[in-house]
């Protein structure tokens, strides 16, 4: 009998493939196969592994099956050792201390909107991070681009996120979201009554990135007076090209993975009004973002902001990326007593309620 689970080894190959950033379709193979073995009886994978009738299945190849096949006879499969041998470093101590601190993730999407997974594959890898909470914070109905969700589909989420709560390991939580447009005008691209219904709601600006500075800081202080919004995503828009240290390959979403300046706004205006109405600025943890860059987040530590580090992941492996913020959260100073998910879900809940 096997000692190992040839379906968790496929998923966790597809994690840390993801954490690393690496191509959308060398992590898909990954994640199909695992997904069509793991409807399987156990002893049909083992009968088709014992006769080279894994390929046969739609979604498995010759390096899945050869993973499965390995997994099957006990050892830890070739691919996987490999890339557990080329891990990333390890974070220095202030970082680390922050990272251990962080409790959840408020800023992840699923494949209801762009990202990759569906919501039970992000919640099963949050739990298994040790997360005690996820927020799912899916795009709003203006970003087309993104799948954004209409009302109609929001609320059905709703419905389907509390389903998953069910069957997700008692002590963690799912928390319902949004990463919601932050319009022209700066009002929030969704219906006023589920903005008040979700437990944590993230708003971002992704069109007019490059409005001139006046009209820009209107339509960031319009938004952050608004009682629903708890989070300011990304607030720069930025995005650069350095990647962190180990990190190879075009990247999940290489296709649109460009450079972009900085939006122009009057920081001191926008930090000021976060602290004023206890609205938390997000260190966005992906590293073709790093938004907001060192300099803005010493800034809102001065103003007096709470932070959020989150890492807008769109898949799985990229759940891990909040070492990323964190690197750069300590760098600035950041204490842990300013960082909101550093707080249990039902503090966070609380706060996020007593807001709106
Ligand atoms: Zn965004
Ligand atoms: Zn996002």
Redesign the pocket.
């Known amino acids: 009998m096997s000692a190992r689970d040839p379906i968790a080894d496929l998923r966790r190959i597809a994690f840390l493939l993801e954490r690393a950033n690496e191509a959308t379709y060398r992590v898909r193979a990954f994640r199909s196969a695992a997904k069509t073995l793991g409807a399987l009886p156990a002893a049909e994978v083992a009968e088709r592994a014992r006769t080279g009738k894994l390929t046969e299945l739609s979604g498995v190849g010759d390096v899945t099956a050869r993973c499965v096949a390995e997994s099957l006879a006990g050892e830890e499969p070739v691919y996987l050792r490999r890339l557990l041998a080329t891990e990333g470093t390890d974070l220095d101590e202030a970082a680390a201390k922050l990272r251990d601190a962080l409790r959840g993730d408020c ?1 992840t ?1 699923s494949d209801w909107s762009d990202g990759g997974s569906p919501i039970e594959e992000m919640a099963l890898a949050a739990v298994e991070l040790g997360h005690e909470y996820l927020v799912l ?1 899916d795009h709003s109905p203006r970003l087309t681009v993104a799948r954004g969700l209409t009302a109609e589909r929001l609320r059905k989420q709703l419905d389907h996120v509390a389903a998953v709560n069910e069957a997700l390991p008692k002590g963690f939580r799912l928390l319902t979201g949004i ?1 919601v447009d932050i319009l022209a005008d700066g009002s929030l691209d969704q219906d006023e009554d589920l903005l008040a219904r979700l437990d944590v709601v993230v708003g971002s600006v992704h069109s007019g990135l490059n409005d001139d500075r006046a009209k820009m800081t209107r339509r960031m202080l319009t938004a952050i007076a608004n009682p629903h919004l708890d989070i300011l ?1 990304h607030c720069t828009g930025r995005m650069v090209s350095s990647r962190p240290a180990g990190v190879t390959g075009p990247g999940d979403r290489g296709h649109r993975a460009r450079t972009r300046k900085e939006s122009e706004f009057d920081a001191d205006a926008v930090f000021a009004a976060c602290a004023e109405h206890d609205v938390a600025v997000e260190i966005n943890s992906r590293p073709e973002r790093q938004d907001p860059p060192k300099r803005l987040i010493r800034l809102a530590l001065e103003a007096g902001c709470r932070f959020a580090i989150d890492t ?1 992941a769109h898949a799985p492996g990229q759940l891990d990326w909040q070492r990323f913020g964190c690197e750069r959260a300590a760098l600035c100073g950041v204490p842990a007593k300013r960082v909101v998910n550093t707080w249990t879900a039902d503090r966070l809940v609380k706060w996020t309620a007593g807001r709106s």
Do not use: A, P
């Open positions: 800023h999407h914070t990463e995503g807008d």
